[in-house]
């Protein structure tokens, strides 16, 4: 009888804890190869190991296994669930997000864009380009005030002279 089969399940599980995360040397691991050498996995852990590999379907005996492991856990969403909460989705002053007057700089660029769409030509030189970048909203009261009339298309060049900071532009 070999020192490995006298040891109890508990000795076992002692000595696996104790060494677990530590590195082996090279000797060790051929020790512990050497015991494993001459056993065998059982008849039916040999059809297991086939049938997984195969992609042999579940039998109705472990379908009920995993079907009783599952009961009672939440499930998620369907697709379906998913659409009528996008569809249901509240936007805009009725929102708990909404901020009003409280809006940032960004935020009211961005809804500006959304309300009005891409400027495309400019209300004072009249140029007209589709690059998002020559062409801006620039606020006329400089208060940045929820107002669709309190905004206007202007190219790039024209805004950085309404705003005054193209005082070297103008001379």
Do not use: F
Request: net charge positive.
């Amino acid at each position: 009888m070999s020192v490995r089969m006298a040891m109890s399940e508990e000795t076992k599980r002692k000595i696996s804890l104790a060494n677990s995360g530590k590195v082996r040397t090279a000797e060790t691991k051929n020790k512990l190869r050497q015991i494993g050498l001459g056993k065998k996995h059982s008849e039916e852990t040999k059809k297991k190991m086939r049938n997984s590999r195969l992609g042999v379907k579940l039998s109705q005996e472990t379908k009920e296994k995993i079907s009783l492991a599952h009961r009672g856990k939440k499930k998620g969403p369907t697709p379906e669930d998913v659409k009528e909460r996008i569809r249901n989705k509240i936007n805009g002053d009725k929102s708990p997000h909404w901020k009003a007057s409280r809006v940032g700089y960004r935020g009211i660029h961005l809804w500006i864009e959304r309300t009005l769409g891409r400027p495309k030509k400019c209300s004072h030189c009249q140029k007209i380009s589709d690059d998002s970048r020559e062409m801006q909203w620039a606020n006329k009261s400089g208060r940045y005030l929820r107002d669709v009339s309190d905004w206007i298309r202007l190219c790039r060049k024209c805004h950085v002279i309404m705003d005054g900071r193209g005082k070297k532009l103008i001379k």
